[in-house]
């Protein structure tokens, strides 16, 4: 049966080894949102969750560039993505870019941990989006000069990418070269292949 806007949520669920939190199996990147805005108090919501990652001495490295449809933050990171992400992007109610700080602001010493923390913002940035039927999708596409100059970024961050984030739109609405990955079922290596004991020797 070929998926629908009411049916696409069940089969993007994930199927795993074992249970895991509900959130975490309807987390998924959809290029399909919907044309609703997403509302001041959830995004406060969504981006004190970010702020509240686990981060090497507390430093909180990211930082972030929001941008809701209509306005200029919005236009500059649009038009900082690469033509490929643009064909489908512009459907987000709302766009923003994540950033990290790439040296610790007590002594200036490189962060070895910066993007690693910077990622568990992401994440729980976008588990707490799921909480309220929301949707985000991450994409490394991004011509970073272009986004650096947009904004005035100063050289001790780095832009990692800038991501969508809305409610799901209609998945048959997307250029036909992303059709087939927004219908398809997700799929993720089995834990043998990623949990050891020993390098390569599964330890669950």
Known sequence: MIPTIDTIEDVKRAHTEAPIHALIERRWSPRSFAD???SDADLKSIFTAAGWAASSQNEQPWRYLVGRKGDETYKKLFDSLLPGNQLWAGTAPVLYATLVKKTFAANGKPNGSALHDTGASDATLSLQARAFDLHTHGMAGVDKDL????????GDFDVVAVWALGYLGDPHAVPDKYKQAELDPRTRKPLSEYVFASW?????
């Open 36 to 38: 609703t805005p997403v």
């Open 147 to 154: 986004l650096r100059a947009f904004f005035g970024i100063p």
């Open 200 to 204: 390569e020797q599964g330890a669950l």
